[in-house]
């Protein structure tokens, strides 16, 4: 699934282009919410659909210079994992 950006702000880069800033959540362009179940319109965010939700990320991203927060649950439902590590029993069950 390909996710735009909402966020709490935004910013000018010296490109003139407008950027996120602030808690950044994802948005798929076409719907009034983000992935975490957020309205858009109730909590005043700012849709950013020029921007992709792999941008944002903090570890990675080209446009993440002034990005405080990324939404957990949204992270979640996009796919990240909270650890890299694959979850195995280490004993099993007789």
Known sequence: MRAAV????SWTDPDGVRAPSGEVHAWVPGTNQTVCRLSLHRSQLLRFSHVDWLDVQPATGRVADEVIAVCARCAAGMGRR???RRWTRTNPRP
């Open 6 to 9: 909402a966020a709490t702000g």
């Open 82 to 84: 909270r650890d890299e």
